[in-house]
C-alpha cells in the first residue's frame, strides 16, 4: 500500500512547501499585490460544496467534453501559469507532457520559463498560447504567427 498519498490542496501544497526552496514556494503560492484575488478566488472555492453520494454506479459516467472543437476526457486542462522551472527544472515542457499523457489541453504561458520551440517540439499535447495584446498590434500579430507555425491551436 502506497504512503499517504495526498488527496487534496492543502496536503500537495504542504508536500511542495518542504520540497520547494522558501523563495519558489512563496512566488507559486501567493498572488499578487496586496492578494485580495487570492483570497476572492480560495474564498469563491469554499462555497462550493460537494455532496457525496454512496452506492451509486459510476462505471458508465461520461465526463467528456469539447473546447472549441477538441475532444476532451473532461473538463480540466491546463491554464496558462509561467514560471515552472521554479518547480521542476523541464518546466513547461513536462506540464505539455503531462497534458498529453492526459489528453488535455495545455494554454502556454505568454510568461513561460521555457520557449515556445522547446514545449511545441515535446509532445502532440493540444496547446492553445496566452497572449497579452500589445499596443503595437503587428509585434502580437508576430507572436500569433508564431505559435500557429508551431501547432498552436488557439
Known sequence: MEDNLPVNVREYQELAKKALPKMHYD??????????????????????????RVLIDVS??????????????????????GSH???????????????????????????SSCKIEEVASSCDAIRFYQLYVYKRRDVSATLVRRAESLGFKG
Not at 35 to 50: D, F, H, K, Q, S
Open 60 to 81: 458508465k459516467i461520461d465526463m467528456s467534453t469539447t473546447l472549441l472543437g477538441y475532444n476532451m476526457p473532461s473538463p480540466i486542462m491546463v491554464a496558462p501559469t
Open 27 to 52: 512566488y507559486i503560492n501567493g498572488g499578487a499585490e496586496d492578494e485580495y484575488t487570492l483570497r476572492e478566488n480560495i474564498a469563491a472555492y469554499g462555497r462550493i460544496l460537494l455532496r457525496p
Open 85 to 111: 522551472k521554479l518547480a521542476n527544472p523541464e518546466g513547461e515542457v513536462a506540464t505539455s507532457r503531462a497534458a498529453a499523457a492526459c489528453n488535455t489541453i495545455m494554454v502556454l504561458s505568454f510568461s
